[in-house]
C-alpha cells in the first residue's frame, strides 16, 4: 500500500471517528442566531471528495457501504442534528463542517449528494448538501447541520421524523419520482427490478437474522439478493419484485412503523 493511499486511510478514519464520537457536550449556540433567511443549499456538479467516498468503512463494529449514486434515494427515517461540538472541524468530505449553513451527514450517501429532507410532522422542507458522514445510530438515518435542523423545527425535541429524498444536479436527467413511475409502466421493468430493500450487510447470518424478523411481521416473501463484489458480498434483504411504488411504500410505511427504519424502494 503506497504512503499516499495509507495516509488517505487514516484522514478518513480519523475525520469518521471525530463526527461518530458520542458526546452529551454538543448544543446549539448559546445565542440563537436568526436562521430563517438562510437559502437552501443550491445543487450542483462537483467531483466526488477524495476521502470521503471509500467503497466501504467500519464504525463500532458495523461495516457501511458507500452508494455509486444519489440517484433514486428516497427513505424515511429519524433526523438528529450537530452544532458548536464540531462546529469548525472537518467534515468527512474534507470540508470544514458550518453548523450555520445547510449541510447535513448521512452513512451511505456519496459525498458531496443533495437531498430535500421533509419534515413529516409539520410539512416544513430544506434542500442540504450532504458532506460528511454519520450519524452513528442504529436509529438515525440522517444529521442536520443547526440551521437546516432549526429551520425544520426539530432544535427543540433534538430528532425528527423525515422523509429524505435525493435532488438531482443534472437538470436533463429525470427526476426521482418519474423513474419509479417509468418503471410501473414498463411491465418488464416492474418485474424485474422494483424492490423494498430493508437492509444491506456484510455477512449472511446478519441478513438473515433481518429477513426473518421481517418475514413474522409480514405476508409478502422476504429474500436475501446477494451482491458479489470483487473482494466481498453485500447480503441485501429485501421484498419484490413489486408490482407498483403506492404498494411498496404502504409496506414501507407499515415497516417503518413496526421500526424496520432502512426500508425504502430500489429501481435495478
Not at 445565542?31 to 437552501?40: F, H, L
Not at 462546529?87 to 470544514?96: A, F, I, L, N, V
Not at 460528511?132 to 423545527?153: C, V
Not at 435525493?166 to 410501473?184: F, G, L, M, R, Y
Request: with cysteine.
Amino acid at each position: 500500500m503506497s504512503m499516499i493511499k495509507r495516509l488517505s486511510i487514516l484522514y478518513l478514519l480519523a475525520v469518521i471517528t471525530a463526527c461518530s464520537s458520542i458526546s452529551s457536550k454538543d448544543s446549539a449556540p448559546k445565542k440563537a442566531p436568526d436562521v430563517s433567511s438562510v437559502p437552501n443549499a443550491v445543487p450542483r456538479d462537483e467531483p466526488r471528495s477524495k476521502y470521503g467516498n471509500p467503497s466501504s468503512y467500519e464504525v463500532f463494529g458495523k461495516r457501511y457501504y458507500t452508494l455509486k449514486s444519489s440517484q433514486g434515494y428516497h427513505q424515511k427515517g429519524i433526523a438528529s442534528w450537530y452544532g458548536t461540538k464540531f462546529h469548525g472541524k472537518r467534515t468527512s468530505s474534507g470540508e470544514t463542517y458550518d453548523m450555520y449553513a445547510m449541510t447535513a451527514a448521512h452513512k451511505t450517501l456519496p459525498l458531496p449528494s443533495y437531498v430535500e429532507v421533509t419534515n413529516l410532522n409539520n410539512g416544513r422542507k430544506v434542500i442540504v448538501k450532504v458532506n460528511d458522514r454519520g450519524p452513528f445510530h442504529e436509529d438515525r438515518l440522517i444529521d442536520l447541520s443547526y440551521s437546516a435542523a432549526t429551520k425544520l423545527g426539530i432544535i427543540g425535541k433534538g430528532t425528527g421524523y423525515v422523509d429524505i429524498k435525493a435532488v438531482s444536479t443534472n437538470h436533463n436527467s429525470a427526476p426521482v419520482d418519474k423513474i419509479i413511475v417509468e418503471a410501473q409502466s414498463n411491465p418488464t421493468a416492474s418485474k424485474a427490478g422494483l424492490f423494498l430493500q430493508l437492509g444491506a450487510f456484510s455477512t449472511e447470518h446478519s441478513a438473515e437474522n433481518l429477513r426473518q424478523k421481517v418475514q413474522s411481521q409480514i405476508n409478502d416473501a422476504v429474500v436475501i439478493a446477494p451482491l458479489h463484489k470483487p473482494n466481498s458480498t453485500l447480503y441485501r434483504v429485501r421484498v419484490g419484485p413489486l408490482q407498483s411504488t403506492d404498494y411498496g411504500n404502504r409496506l414501507a410505511s407499515r415497516l417503518l412503523d413496526l421500526g424496520f427504519n432502512d426500508a425504502h424502494i430500489v429501481v435495478e
